[in-house]
């Protein structure tokens, strides 16, 4: 996260350093040393094996997607971004026809989430109102 705010700021020299140490360190290399499997901009091609994959040039999200899928985080990661229609692209092309997957239809209304029934129960507000879709 702190490698996204440096780039955010400009300091992209500075985010890809920290990039490179996240990936030096899942490779087994000192993270405070330069490395064989470094990238040498935030552009670089990553390690995904399909080109179609939208992170495949964006070292910073596909280390953070790395790091953070296993945790079940990456779907915050995807909320917070704003790239939900992309993966629902690409998933739609890993799944292959005929594949539940692949009659993924996006809409934009999938970032939000519902209210709890308890909020409803417990908030005596008669102006509250269901997210729309739930």
Request: hydrophobic residues 30%; proline residues 7%.
């Amino acid at each position: 996260m702190y490698a996204e705010l440096l780039a955010d700021a400009g300091r992209e020299g500075e985010a890809l350093e920290y990039v490179n140490k996240v990936h030096r360190r899942a490779y087994g290399y000192d993270p405070d040393q330069p490395s064989p499997v470094d990238y040498s901009s935030l552009h670089d091609r990553t390690r995904t094996a399909d080109p179609e994959d939208h992170l495949a040039n964006n070292p910073l999200l596909y280390e953070r997607w790395a790091e953070m899928f296993g945790e079940m985080r990456w779907w915050e990661d995807v909320r917070r971004l704003r790239i939900g229609r992309q993966e629902a692209e690409y998933y739609k092309t890993v799944s292959g026809p005929g594949s539940a997957k692949s009659n993924i239809v996006w809409k934009d209304t999938n970032y939000a989430m519902p209210i709890p029934t308890t909020e409803f129960e417990s908030n005596p507000s008669s102006g509250m109102v269901q997210t729309p879709g739930y």
